[in-house]
Every structure is written in C-alpha cells, then in structure tokens.
C-alpha cells in the first residue's frame, strides 16, 4: 500500500511527497504523515535538505473540510507548520496546482517556496466563512505586506505563480519539471549556505498602519462584506500580526478562527461547498453514463437571452450559429453580444483583438437548414407555447440523429415542447438566468422521456461553461421561479397591509438579499409580472384574488414600469438608479387598500421576513416532496446563484433547517390562521408538516 506520506531520498536531499487524491487535503493521515517523514528526514545524516511536494493533480489544496465540526485530532495543523519551520536542515516547498488554505500555509512554513508557472497560491478560507488558521494570517503579512495579503484573504482568490513571485511569496518560479527545478534550488540553496528562513522572525514595518488605515480598509470592503462574519475577524488577525510578538499574534489568530468556525454563517458557507458538488451528482448517472461530444451549437433567438447563452459558448472557444427571423434582427442581437464585451474591453478584461476574434465565433444564419450539424440547439425565442412547438418540429426534420434539443423556457411545459418531436429522449430544458452571460445558474430542466445521456451531457455541460448546473424536474417555474411567486405576492399584500414600500425593501436588504423585492420589481421592469399575470388570469391560472399583483398592475397602467420609465414603485431622477420614495404611491397603495376595505397597520421587520421568506421555504418543500428538485441543498444552490440569497444564510432550506421547521411550520400555520388565508397561500407544505412534527430537518430529507 502506498503511504499517503513518503519520503525518499535523491542524493543529498530528502524529497517528502504527499499523495492523498483528490486534493491532497490535509487530512489527520496527512498531517501526521508530514511529522513523521520529516522527523525521518531530520534523523537521515545522508539527507542535507528537505523538498516537500505533492503528487497528483495539485499541491495541498487546504485543510480536510469533511474534518471540520469532528473531534480534533493530533497533530493539529498548526504543529506541523511549525515542525516545518522548525526543522534544522532547510525545507524547500515545490508547489503545483492550487496551493490554497492550509496547503498554502504549510508552504509558507517552510523556508523556500518554489512554484510551477501554472500554479496558484490562495487563502481561500473567508469563502468557507473562516480566516487561516494555520499561522496564515501571521506569516503572510510578514511576507508580502498587510495590504496585499489583507486583499488576499479578504477576497478568498487564489493569484498566480507569477504574481506570487512579483510580491515575494514565492522565491522561484518552474518553467520545467518541478522537482527538477526543486532540486536545483536547493541545491543553490545548499552551496550558498542559505539559512533556515523563518517567516515568524520577520518583522512588519507598522509605519502608516494606524487605526484609520484598518477603519478605511473595513470600509472599502463594507459592501460585499455585507452580514459575513469572518472578514472583520481577518482583520483583526491582521492587526494582531502588526501589533504582538508572533507567537501571541498566532494565539490571537486561533481563538478568531475558533469564532469563525463557531458562526452560523461559516456553517452556511460549508454547506454550500459541498451542496455545489454534490449538485452535479444524479441518481441514476455514473461515470459510465455516456456522454455526447458538443462541439457545434446553435442558439435560435438573439434577443435578451439568446446573445447571452451564446456567449457562454464562445468564451470557451466554441462557435456558436446564430439564428434569428432576419437580419435587421441578427444584426441587433449580435450588436447586444458586441457591446457586452466592449464592456469587458474597457475594464481591462480582455483586449480589442481578442474581441474581434471572439466575436468570428457567432455565425448568423437565418436558414433552419444550416442546423443539420450541429451537436446542440438551445431555443431562446419568445415565450409563447405554438411558436416553441413549431420551432421543435422544424428542429426535428433538420437536426442530426443525437442532437440534443433544448428550451430556455422559463415557465412553460418541457414535456410538451419535446412531444412536438419524433425524438423527445433528446429534448431538455436549459434555464439560463438573465444576464446569461453573467449569472452562474442553470436549471437543467430534465423532461419525463430525456434520456440519461443527453441529461448527463448536460450536467458536464454546465460546469464546462462555468455554470452551476441543478436538475429540475417539469412544473410552472421549475425550482426557483416557482417558489420566488409567493415572496412577490406576500410583499404586494403587505402594501396594502399598511407596510410602507421602503419598509418592507429596508428589512429585506437587511436579511441580506441584494435589494428587496420592489427596488427588485422596478429594475427588472414591472410590466413583466403583469403581462404573466395577464396570461395566466386568460388561463385561469391564478387565484381570484383582487389583491394579486394589484398596486404593481395599477402602477403600469400609469406607465410607472420601473426604472426603465424613470418610476415605479419609486422616482428615479432622470438616468439615475437611486430610488426616491413618491408620496403619490403611497397614496395610491392608502387609496386601494381603502378601496378592498383592508385595514392598515403597523409591520414589524421580522414579520416583513417571515411573510416574504417563509413562502419560499413552503413551497420548496412542496418541490422537494414531489421531486422536483432531487434535494435541498440543491435548491439552496438555485437561491444562491440565481436569486442573491444571502450566501451567509446557505440558501432558504438550510435557513429553515438553522431557525428550525417547527417554529417555520408554527410561523405558517399561524398565518394560515390570522391572514384571512381564503386562497390556501399558507397552507403548509406535507413535508414540512411532517419534519417539523418529527424535529427532523430539509438536509435528513433523502430521496
Ligand atoms: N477538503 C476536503 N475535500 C475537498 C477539499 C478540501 N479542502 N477541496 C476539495 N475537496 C473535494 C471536493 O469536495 C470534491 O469531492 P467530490 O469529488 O467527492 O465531490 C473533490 O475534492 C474535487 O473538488 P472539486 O470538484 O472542487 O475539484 P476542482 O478541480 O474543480 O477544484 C480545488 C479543486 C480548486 C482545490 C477546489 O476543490 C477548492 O477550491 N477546494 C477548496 C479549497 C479550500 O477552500 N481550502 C481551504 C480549506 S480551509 C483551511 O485550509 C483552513 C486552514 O486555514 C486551517
Ligand atoms: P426576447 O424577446 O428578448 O428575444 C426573443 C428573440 O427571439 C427575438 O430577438 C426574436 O426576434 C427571436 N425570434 C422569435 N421567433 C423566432 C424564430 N422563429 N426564429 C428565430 N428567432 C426568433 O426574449 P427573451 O427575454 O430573450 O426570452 C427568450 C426565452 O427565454 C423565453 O422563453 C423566456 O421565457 C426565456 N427566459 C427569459 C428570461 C429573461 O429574463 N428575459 C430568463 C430566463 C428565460
């Protein structure tokens, strides 16, 4: 059996490789392992240097988070940094891959770092709602700074070898082989005597770091800090760094660490780690499903969302056809696409060649025929059931046998669509969130006769573009839109209730959602709801219910659309964002509720949250009840990466699972009870009933 540590010896020096796939984490078998073979290494006369490195894929990708919330167990993490950088005979750390978390303190306590050109360095803890808690916060600021190395742990990203070498935390950079290269450090090292290089002996030059150099730096991060816990504790470890002796300053460090570890939001951000992988693992899938090559696509439709996906597409260097009714239309559509990426352009992002080059990746047609080869066609025409049919239909003569065809439909029925064809197994649908060149979620809408292959070419799809992919089942909205309606419902019910429009947006943004649910309307255009609540209404769809949408569908009658119209729910100054409240709403809101004989009272914020959060919570237990989603944290991760549910919370499920379903389904009931709840808004889901009566939780829920 191999050792997840080894040490052989090549020549004068020792060479300690780790060997724990996937990621070399370090798990107790590896931090022990570490000790051990370094300790051999001390002992070996013939052994001048020590080269420690990894196999596989990547340097120490960090420490084992599945360790986390389990009883430590020796030698702790900081014990074998510090072996390290105790060691008498000097250690060289050769690194590859990703060399993040713990992986990256352990590199910094050895003496020497050398890294291949293609490496990155990180401390990415701050993503898991942590701060490094292996002497990471100490030594690094020693190393690059406290300004540089703040930035590096507040913003989690990992730089490159190249600008690892530039600051001075790496010493050399690898253009061949690593250990080739780790042995001809070393032995430079060796004949120029370097010394043992301890990062803890350096001192930090506190010139101009003063309280007001930390109060700016809390400042400049306040907004994307926003409801995190641990990025102030980062800080203050920083501070620790300048102001105390290492040693105490490491002390400091553990106990915010242990702060961190404790906080609701670190256990949210660990939650999300692992729900994000495990979304792409299907039932039913394995590694031995097949999966169909796609290297020809197709978007039908350049409007909004088509030139989005399609960009998806050429990012990665693949061409995408598009097709559209003419040219004038193209032409529009591809100008969109173009503009977009100028915008790329002037932030530095890419450069005017690249542009011009990425954009001979958009082929214009306009003839269905051109389609006959292409591996994948992603429809994106307008929302309308016979037009999507008749689109399936011509797909259907013209695309090869094997072409996966899919809808970007938002709310309309997949099975339908693919019954338009002779080959509804390769029917799916792709839900693209708007920008969908931007936002990272797609639903993979699986319809009852996809088959396992096209589904699974789907889900390596998503990750391949840079999504998170999420397998839906059919229903109206599939999982997120679907649960999004009650929280609109309930925030236009509170309207009338009495809560005043900046109320209900204030507790909202306060829980920590981007903006609350009527800044949220006028940016996305209110006429949008109602021209779905006008379809559904014809379709008797939707409750008879006066108060539905009711001040959203008066406000666009008055032409008040949202920002776009300069007024909504709020004034907007002429090509300004900033909402102003406008009494002449409120008055129209006092005037409608007078109307429906409603009597206005006071809301309190943790009503205002319950009312808009819980909703979503019900009905994604109906969803997950009848299999729609294939598990909580699946919907947890369509929240997050679709809608801007605060990542702090893990999402709306595991939010319920946190407070806890009894008090939620209690919540529920109550309303159920108090809110003259004629329409069943707040009947509560079975599944929630039954959970909470048994004090189980959304994550115990396994299908
Ligand atoms: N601990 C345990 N498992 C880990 C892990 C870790 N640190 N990092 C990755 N894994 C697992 C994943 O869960 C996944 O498992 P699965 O196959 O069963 O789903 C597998 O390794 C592969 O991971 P990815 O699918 O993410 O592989 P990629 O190649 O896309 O990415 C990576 C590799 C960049 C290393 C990415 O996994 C990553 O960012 N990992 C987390 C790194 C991190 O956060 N490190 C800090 C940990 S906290 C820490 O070190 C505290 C210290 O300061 C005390
Ligand atoms: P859009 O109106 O911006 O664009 C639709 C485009 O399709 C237009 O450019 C039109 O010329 C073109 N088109 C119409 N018939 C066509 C045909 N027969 N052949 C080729 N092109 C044709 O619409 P949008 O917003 O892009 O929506 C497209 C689809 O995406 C809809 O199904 C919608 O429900 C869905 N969707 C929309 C989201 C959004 O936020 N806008 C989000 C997610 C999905």
């Known amino acids: 059996m191999t050792k997840v540590v080894s040490l052989r010896r090549q020549g004068e020096f020792g060479v300690i490789t780790v060997d724990n796939p996937p990621v070399n984490a370090l798990s107790h078998a590896v931090r022990q392992g570490i000790v051990e073979r370094l300790s051999e290494a001390q002992s070996d006369p013939e052994i001048q240097l020590i080269i420690l490195t990894c196999s596989g894929r990547t ?148 010139e101009g770091l003063d309280q007001a150099f930390y109060d700016r730096f809390r400042e400049s991060i306040a907004k994307k800090a926003r409801g995190y816990f641990a990025p102030d504790r980062i800080i203050q470890a920083v501070q620790a760094a300048v102001c105390l002796p290492f040693q105490e300053g490491l002390a400091r460090e553990r106990e915010l660490f242990v702060e961190c570890m404790e906080s609701s939001a670190s256990a949210a951000l660990r939650h999300l780690f692992f729900a994000e992988r495990q979304a792409s693992k299907i039932p039913g899938l394995s590694d031995d499903t097949p999966v169909r090559d796609i ?72 003839d269905y025929d051109d389609l006959n080869d292409v591996d994948l066609v992603i429809e994106a025409v307008f929302e309308n059931m016979d037009l999507k049919k008749q689109i399936f239909g011509k797909l259907d003569q013209v695309c090869k046998p094997g072409a996966i065809l899919a809808t970007n439909t938002s709310t309309l029925d997949v099975d339908e669509i693919a019954a338009a064809t002779e080959r509804p197994e390769d029917v799916i649908g792709l839900h693209f969130f708007s920008p969908a060149n931007i936002m990272r979620l797609l639903e993979i809408v699986r319809g009852e006769r996809t ?45 009338l209730e009495g809560a005043s429009i900046e109320s209900i947006d204030k507790a909202i943004f306060e829980f920590g959602m981007p903006m609350g649910p009527l800044a949220m309307n006028d940016l996305a255009g209110i006429d949008v709801g109602t021209k779905i609540r006008e379809e559904r209404r014809a379709a008797g769809t939707l409750p008879d219910d006066e108060r539905f949408g009711l001040i959203a569908d008066k406000l666009v009658a008055q032409g008040r659309c949202g920002q776009k119209t300069s007024a909504g729910f709020y004034s907007y100054e002429p090509g300004s964002r900033a909402p102003k409240p406008d009494p002449a709403v409120a008055a129209l809101i006092a005037q409608e509720a007078a109307r429906l004989g409603i009597e206005q009272r006071e809301i309190d914020d943790e009503e205002i949250v319950a009312r808009c959060i819980y909703p979503i919570i019900n009905e994604g237990a109906r969803i997950l009840e009848e299999g729609i989603a294939l598990r909580a944290s699946d919907i947890d991760i369509v929240w997050i990466n679709g809608y801007g549910f605060p990542p702090y919370r893990g999402g709306p499920m595991f939010y319920a699972d946190t407070i806890g379903l009894k008090k939620v389904y209690d919540t529920i009931c109550r309303y159920h009870d108090t809110l003259d709840d004629r329409f069943g808004y707040w009947e509560p889901a079975s599944l929630l009933e039954k959970l909470a009566k048994e004090g189980k939780t959304f994550a115990e829920c396994k299908r």
């Not at 790496?170 to 120029?192: P, Q, V, W, Y």
């Open 295 to 366: 290297d020809r696509i197709a978007v039908i439709g350049a409007g909004t969302m088509g030139g989005g996906i399609a960009m998806n597409f050429a990012n990665i260097g693949i061409p995408v056809k598009v097709v559209e009714l003419d040219e004038d239309a193209i032409t529009r559509g591809l100008g969109q696409v173009r503009k977009n990426y100028e915008r790329g352009v002037k932030k530095g992002r890419m450069t005017a060649d690249q542009l011009e080059q990425i954009m001979k990746l958009f082929v214009p047609i306009t």
């Open 59 to 206: 340097f120490i990708a960090g420490a084992d988070i599945k360790e986390f919330g389990k009883p430590p167990q020796e030698p702790d993490l900081n014990t074998v940094v510090n072996a390290l950088q105790d060691s008498p005979k000097v250690v060289v750390a050769a690194l590859h891959g990703t060399a993040l978390g713990g992986g990256f303190e352990v590199a910094l306590g050895c003496h020497y770092r050398i890294a291949a050109a293609s490496a990155k360095v990180g401390l990415p803890e701050v993503k898991l709602g942590l701060l490094p808690g292996a002497g990471g916060t100490q030594r690094l600021p020693r190393l690059i700074g406290v300004l540089p190395a703040l930035e590096m742990m507040i913003s989690g990203n990992p730089v490159t070898a190249a600008v690892a070498a530039d600051n001075g935390a790496i010493d050399r950079l690898s253009t061949g082989n690593l250990i080739d290269g780790a042995i001809e450090f070393a032995r430079d090292l060796h004949s120029s005597q370097a010394p043992p290089r301890k990062i803890s002996e350096t001192s930090i030059d506190a």
């Open 451 to 495: 088959s396992e292959e096209v589904l699974h070419t789907c889900v390596k799809l998503a990750r391949k573009i840079k999504k998170v992919g999420v397998v839906s089942g059919v229903c109206y909205g599939f999982i997120g839109n679907r649960m999004l309606a009650g929280y609109g419902r309930e925030a236009g019910f509170m309207l």
